[in-house]
């Protein structure tokens, strides 16, 4: 785990979903390949073909943005798929019950940072998705102060505006959170920029020793 510029007084965490709260990458890659296999039927041409077309748009991407990566949602919209139609395929296509089970060193630690932070989650998945993986990993909803899925700011992370509206819901300044997740471009970047400060996780074996 890496941390960058925490603040000396923490008040929230905001937490990112996939690969955060849960290490599963054959799921994760799952979720993308469901996404990229519905992109290919939409445009009538083969997934191996809509893959590379993908892979090149990032690595372009990268190469104009100093580096960076940009969320699945901001590459489909490159492709022609709006957020809302985004949205309807995730929660049409993604399924988290069948690849995450319970994680009751999640729930521990959860509920133990609960009790002194407000804590929030922020994910690119829509909130269906975000219950249906919490309910997955046997989760209770009630321990986020708020949560925030891609269909409330209609804009993905690493824009702005989804972390602006989870400190507005949380009634926290900036300079009191700490956003945590697994990547450093969607989910530490961004916050960094606010003012907030960031944890880099490897997964959500990171989580369970997370200790301001
Ligand atoms: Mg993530």
Not at 19 to 45: E, I, M
Not at 83 to 106: Q, T
Not at 128 to 152: E, M, P
């Amino acid at each position: 785990m890496q941390t960058y510029s925490l603040p000396s007084k923490v008040s929230a965490l905001l937490f990112d979903m996939d690969g955060t709260l849960y290490t599963n990458p054959v799921y994760a890659r799952n979720q993308t390949d469901l996404l990229v296999a519905k992109l290919a039927s939409l445009h009538g041409q083969s997934f191996e073909r809509t893959q590379a077309e993908i892979a090149d748009f990032r690595a372009e991407f990268a190469l104009t943005h100093a580096g960076k990566g940009t969320s699945l949602a901001n590459v489909f919209l490159a492709f022609g798929v709006s957020i809302e139609e985004s949205i309807r395929w995730r929660e049409e296509l993604l399924e988290p019950s069948g690849s995450l089970r319970p994680d009751p060193l999640l729930k521990q630690s959860l509920t133990h940072l609960s009790s002194t932070y407000k804590l929030a989650l922020l994910t690119n998945n829509p909130m269906v998705v975000a219950r249906k993986t919490l309910t997955a990993l046997g989760i209770d909803l009630s321990v986020f102060s708020a949560v925030l899925g891609l269909d409330v700011c209609k804009v993905s992370k690493p824009h702005p505006a989804p972390f602006l509206k989870i400190v507005e819901l949380l009634s926290v300044p900036c300079c009191e959170c700490v956003s945590v997740g697994d990547r450093f471009d969607i989910d530490i970047a961004v916050p960094l920029s606010l003012g907030m400060g960031g944890v880099l996780v490897k997964g959500v074996e990171d989580v369970y020793s997370l200790e301001f």
